[in-house]
């Protein structure tokens, strides 16, 4: 996994994985890529292509994280092709150098766009499988609000679920953020996790285009 420095940090970043050579396309992210829960450059279909990230592993998942401007007051953009809808999980997060979140969406197993709003998670639209979503957040780290645009359409002014100073990241990842072990995870373990040599349902999502600029 890449150092967390890794990234291009200029003004305006605008990636579009069809027009991009393969091999520099992901130059510019951090990218975690399991045996079971890869992430790679793909086409779907022949003619859809993007960064496909894909999940099998019932205890891991595949992150991708790209760095972007310090930015207080900005704009970020990205369309996306979830295959499935009745299953799997997809977090996105707009995180700060420290790696502390302030906005999550996920894409959930029953076909829901959700969003993190407070201590309560709220419904903000759907999706199906093999459908693009072109989704658009604007945020303010003063004021801790954000615009969130699905395929051309408000659904509201949300509040940050956490104060930042600034935004310096965006993270795709196919699961829950860890926090096992933490500080009171007792030293012995004497139990064995389930079934660990069994993979579960394939979840796939191509991440096709990714904008990010500053508004001021």
């Known amino acids: ?5 890794k990234g291009k940090v200029d003004n305006h970043v605008d990636d579009d994985f069809a027009k991009l050579p393969e091999e520099t396309a992901l130059q510019w992210y951090n990218i975690y890529s399991p045996i079971w ?9 022949d003619s859809t292509k993007g960064v496909l990230l894909q999940d099998t592993d019932p205890f891991d998942y595949a992150k991708l994280e ?8 900005g704009q970020i953009e990205f369309s996306m092709l979830p295959l499935q809808d009745q299953f799997g999980l997809l977090d996105i997060e707009l995180v700060d150098a420290k790696g502390t979140p302030c906005i999550r969406l996920f894409l959930d197993s029953t076909g829901s766009i959700n969003v993190k709003a407070g201590y309560r998670n709220k419904s903000v639209g ?8 072109n989704l658009s957040l604007e945020f303010d780290v003063s004021t801790r609000f954000y615009k969130m645009t699905i395929n051309g359409k408000q659904v509201g002014n949300n509040l940050f679920f956490a104060p930042v100073a600034s935004v ?3 993270v795709f990842r196919t699961g829950n953020t860890r ?4 500080a009171d995870t007792p ?12 993979k579960t349902k394939e979840a796939a999502y191509l991440i096709m285009t990714f904008k990010a600029s500053k508004m001021q």
Do not use: C, M
């Open 1 to 5: 996994f890449p150092s967390h420095d």
């Open 168 to 170: 310096e990241r965006v």
């Open 126 to 133: 759907k999706y199906r499988a093999g459908q693009k979503i």
């Open 187 to 198: 030293t012995d373990q004497d139990y064995d996790l389930a079934n660990p040599g069994e």
């Open 66 to 73: 790209r760095v972007i401007p310090v930015t207080k007051k």
């Open 179 to 182: 926090r096992f072990p933490d």
């Open 37 to 45: 829960a890869p992430v790679a450059i793909a086409k779907i279909n």
